[in-house]
């Protein structure tokens, strides 16, 4: 036992530019010699390394939306865009067509709002670019709290055996480790376009779960503590579908949690399905730079839809997702009439009114909306400043 737990492990790394910038577990020493770097890990032996190197990685997300009405009358619709979250920036490249406007909701998905004629089917392409952190880095626009009188199917955290459970974890890292540790992913109905269970049926039968089973879990135990969570779905840019399986109903998805950490004061994302199916790779403390949301589920447990949602034929690919530079960001902020109007590319927070996505607005408050007659009178007030000089 005591060789297992001092198991000693040496990472040579040569020709990166910095070292690593998030390491789990802390290694017990750091050695530069020439062009390598050595990191030395005294540990259990079953405990699984993470290196990364790097701040950051953008990606490029081509995506296509297929709206249709099918009433006989014109009718506003909504999808949902890749959101700012705390781990990601997202600069718009294009919207084709543009939208009426971009709003968010609760949960900070920005929602883009087109008007259909009757009976009109259109297809929205989206390109934009969402760079990619670890770890919370960033303004999170959504609601940091979430009412405890929300009502789901997969969410039940008064349910006896979710309350129970809870109360024997009592805490996110716990209810994280729980979940990867006894919960088996079925691999076998990862492309099969398998129900979502819900919590109380996966915590039923461990054995035979996917992501969402996984999240959803995790999101009911953590709600039973009255610690806000949610869901969040999205893309993973991966190249092992084994040791980080994906979902596949939908293009390539994938579903994963966040809580509200109430000592860091932010959002933080973890992934239990991996932890599990990597054998053990953290994904609790940090995430990596492959994970890209879609849409946040907190308020509603399926609402908004997802982008690869939007289309009457599953079999069309409609995301495309690279390795990217980023794009030249481009912040303009029009105020008329006593309204924000954000027609940059990015979000911007402005002092009067708060967050505001791309294609956003916002009325002033009132306390900042003013007469014409208060107008007259700062123009005038500033012509005595000009004209009247005390001596």
């Known amino acids: 036992a005591n060789e297992a737990e001092n198991y000693v492990r040496v990472v040579k790394v040569e020709a990166v530019a910095n070292q690593a910038t998030h390491i789990f577990p802390q290694p017990s020493g750091v050695e530069q010699s020439g062009d390598f770097t050595t990191y030395t890990f005294v540990a259990h032996q079953s405990d699984a390394l993470t290196l990364l190197f790097g701040d950051s990685v ?98 039940d955290f008064s349910a006896t055996p979710v309350t129970d459970l809870a109360g024997q974890l009592k805490t996110p890292e716990n209810i994280y480790h729980y979940l990867a540790s006894n919960f088996s992913y079925a691999y076998a109905n990862s492309s099969a376009g398998s129900p979502r269970l819900g919590a109380l049926a996966a915590l039923a039968s461990p054995s035979n779960v996917l992501c969402t089973e996984f999240t959803d879990s995790f999101v009911a135990l953590t709600r039973a503590l009255s610690i806000p969570s949610r869901e969040l779905n999205g893309y ?107 027609h940059g590319n990015v979000a911007i927070v402005h002092e009067d009114v708060g967050y505001l996505p791309p294609y956003g607005s916002a009325p002033l408050p009132l306390q900042k909306s003013l007469s014409f007659y208060d107008k007259i009178k700062i123009v005038c007030a500033k012509l005595l400043s000009i004209f009247y000089r005390p001596h």
């Open 236 to 342: 993973v840019y991966t190249k092992s579908s084994l040791t980080r399986p994906i979902g596949s109903a939908t293009d390539i998805l994938h579903a994963w949690p966040e809580y509200y950490d109430l000592e860091k004061f932010t959002w933080t994302q973890l992934d239990p399905t991996w932890g599990n199916t990597t054998g053990g790779v953290d994904y609790f403390h940090k995430l990596d730079f492959s994970h890209i949301t879609f849409v946040r589920h907190g308020v509603e447990d399926s609402y908004p839809l997802p982008a690869g949602a939007y289309k009457s034929n599953p079999n069309e690919k409609y995301i495309e997702v690279v390795v990217s530079e980023p794009i030249e960001e481009n912040q303009d902020i029009v105020v008329q009439n006593d309204i924000v109007y954000n």
């Open 58 to 155: 953008t990606y490029k997300l081509n995506l296509t939306y297929e709206l249709k009405n099918k009433e006989l009358s014109s009718i506003d619709s909504e999808l949902a865009l890749p959101p700012d979250t705390s781990y990601q920036h997202i600069v718009i490249g294009k919207l084709d067509p543009p939208p009426l406007d971009i709003h968010l909701d609760p949960d900070g998905n920005w929602l883009a709002r087109y008007n259909l004629a009757p009976q009109e089917k259109r297809l929205v392409h989206a390109e934009l670019y969402a760079t990619i952190y670890p770890v919370p880095t960033l303004l999170d626009p959504s609601t940091t709290s979430l009412p405890n009188t929300i009502k789901s199917l997969y969410w």
